[in-house]
C-alpha cells in the first residue's frame, strides 16, 4: 500500500509517502519512501518520484485516498522551469 507516515515535531506534522505493507502500523518499516508532502507551507509543498508510484502500483501496490488525491493535484501542477 503507498500511504503517508508522519514525521516532524509535535503540533508541525510533516509526511513521508511511503510503501508499506498494509498491516504494518502508520509509522512502521516501509518498503521505499517515495515522496514527502509538507501541508505548513503556502501552498502545501509536494514532492513525489512519479516513477517509482508507477512501477509500485503496477505491481499492485493501491494508494491511500489522501495519497491519490496529492498524486493529482501534483499533476495538476505545471512543472517547475529548470534553472539556467
Not at 500511504?3 to 498491516?23: C, D
Not at 504494518?24 to 508510484?53: C, F, M, W
Amino acid at each position: 500500500m503507498i500511504r503517508l507516515a508522519r514525521i516532524g515535531a509535535r503540533k508541525k506534522p510533516y509526511y513521508r509517502v511511503v510503501v508499506i505493507e498494509k498491516e504494518r502500523a502508520r509509522n512502521g518499516r516501509s518498503v521505499e519512501v517515495v515522496g514527502t508532502y509538507n501541508p505548513r507551507t503556502t501552498p502545501a509543498t509536494i514532492h513525489l518520484k512519479q516513477d517509482r508510484i508507477e512501477h509500485w502500483v503496477s505491481k499492485g501496490a493501491r494508494m491511500s485516498e489522501t495519497v491519490s488525491k496529492l498524486v493529482s493535484k501534483q499533476a495538476a501542477q505545471p512543472a517547475p522551469a529548470p534553472a539556467a
